[in-house]
């Protein structure tokens, strides 16, 4: 037996060829996270201490600047997504699912930005 | 219509704890709680884009004594999740799959996000 609708066997269109974006994506992150995250914590352990002074010349190295900013989108994009998972597996009400969405998708658009923007600050500021 | 109330699937509570279902589960609770790091992540670097003197309070606030638990409970998320996103990876690949594989795979987790949270605390956080 067919799982097919006699619609689309009519239609002949078979699948829509989509659907798998948020699957996708959530991998893809989580490869990229894996050198970055473990960068990041290898660059945790290199610093010599987290004073401004040696915190802001380690984030005004071009290399750290740009590696902090790749990092900050993937982990936002990853965290985004898999907390959208978990809202979606185990809120029921519907209209608390929903707000709760907007929330976390605005809450990680805004840790997005705030994270871009102080790498850059720092990245294009004065020398400490 | 009044609602039947019929019995329900037997549920969590009534399913023995496999290493399957928790390490699956504290993948999740691990990711959520790392979601909470990227926000503390974001604090600190919007407080050293602020100026020595708004880094330094921020610096004041996030170096407490007590946060130290904190900060090695984040490393045992990172860890945790890091080294079981790599076994969900390979599960992707279709490899794995066995009982005796990913029974192995899964104790293989919990040893290295032990050990590498026991490493990193001592050489970063104490």
């Known amino acids: 037996m067919s799982v097919v609708s006699p619609l689309n066997r009519v239609l002949g269109l078979g699948s829509a060829k989509d659907g798998v974006e948020h699957w996708w994506a959530q991998r893809l992150t989580a490869v990229a996270l894996l050198p970055l995250g473990l960068w990041l914590v290898a660059a945790s352990i290199g610093l010599d201490d987290f004073g401004y002074a040696s915190v802001v010349e380690w984030m005004q190295a071009p290399m750290n600047s740009v590696l902090l900013l790749l990092t900050m989108l993937a982990l936002t994009y990853h965290s985004a997504l898999g907390v959208q998972m978990v809202i979606e597996d185990y809120v029921g009400a519907k209209g608390l699912k929903i707000a709760l969405l907007m929330l976390i998708t605005f809450a990680h658009l805004a840790v997005a930005v705030t994270g871009v923007f102080a790498i850059l600050k720092v990245a294009f500021g004065a020398a400490a | ?126």
């Not at chain 2, 407490?64 to 984040?74: D, R, T």
């Not at chain 2, 005796?100 to 990193?120: D, L, M, N, R």
Request: glycine share 8%; charged share 10%.
């Open chain 2, 1 to 126: 219509m009044d609602r039947v109330e019929r019995p329900l699937s037997p549920h969590l509570q009534i399913y023995r704890p496999q290493i399957t279902s928790v390490l699956s589960i504290v993948h999740r609770a691990t990711g959520v709680t790392l979601s909470l790091g990227v926000l503390l992540l974001a604090y600190w670097l919007i407080a050293a884009a602020s100026g020595e003197q708004a880094y330094d309070q921020a610096q004041q606030l996030l170096s407490g004594g007590w946060l130290k638990i904190l900060y090695a409970g984040l490393a045992f998320c990172f860890f945790y999740h890091l080294a079981n996103g790599v076994r969900h990876l390979i599960w992707d690949l279709g490899l794995g799959l066995e009982p005796e594989q990913y029974q192995a795979s899964g104790w293989a987790v919990i040893v290295f996000a032990a050990a590498a949270t026991a490493a990193y605390s001592l050489l970063v956080i104490v």
